[in-house]
Every structure is written in C-alpha cells, then in structure tokens.
C-alpha cells in the first residue's frame, strides 16, 4: 500500500508541475528572464544601447528561421512579440 501512496503523491506532483508550466507565458513573460525584479530585455536594452534594435531584428530572423524545426507557433509568437518591441522603440525614435 505505501508503494502505491508514494506513487500516486509522486504522480501528482508531476501533474501539478506541468500545469504550473502551462499557465506560465512562456512568450510574453517567460520565468526564466525576470529575476531579482529585472527583465532580461530591459538589462539588453540598457547595454547595447543604438544597437537595441540590432538585437531585435535579430531575434526576429531566428524565431522565423528555426520555427519549422523547434517550436513551431511558440516561435512564431516569439517574433511576433520581438516585432512589436521593435516597431515600438521605432515609434520612441520619431517621438
């Protein structure tokens, strides 16, 4: 009985997990790139500066390139969401 108990409470807490994955936005707000209360994509911003956009466009060009092979629509999202950065600080340049 307690192998079945220890199973069961392992089972459960692998589903538990994966449908914490599953809420988390892995496109717009990915857990991964906001730590300490910094988002990855502002630090980049302040580094490179005029070169912002540079890095933009290049995330575009790689989530199009590799979305047949790796994430499919969650890779077309991804350049979808680095399109939009980028027609953004395109609009803040003319302001």
């Known amino acids: 009985m307690g ?3 220890e199973a ?3 089972r459960y807490k692998e ?3 994966e449908m914490k994955k599953q809420k988390e936005d892995m496109v717009n707000n990915p857990p991964h790139y906001n730590k300490s209360g ?3 994509i502002e630090a980049i911003k302040a580094m490179t500066d005029k070169g ?3 890095y933009l466009q290049g995330n575009i060009m790689k989530y199009l390139w590799r979305y047949r092979y ?3 629509v969650e890779d077309l999202e991804k350049a979808q ?4 950065e980028l ?3 395109l609009k803040d340049d003319k302001d």
């Open 52 to 54: 912002f956009q540079y």
């Open 81 to 84: 969401w680095y399109l939009s």
């Open 3 to 5: 192998m079945y108990r």
């Open 15 to 17: 589903v538990r997990m």
């Open 38 to 40: 910094i988002e990855c």
């Open 70 to 72: 790796k994430n499919g």
């Open 8 to 10: 069961i409470r392992k």
């Open 87 to 89: 027609i953004d600080e």
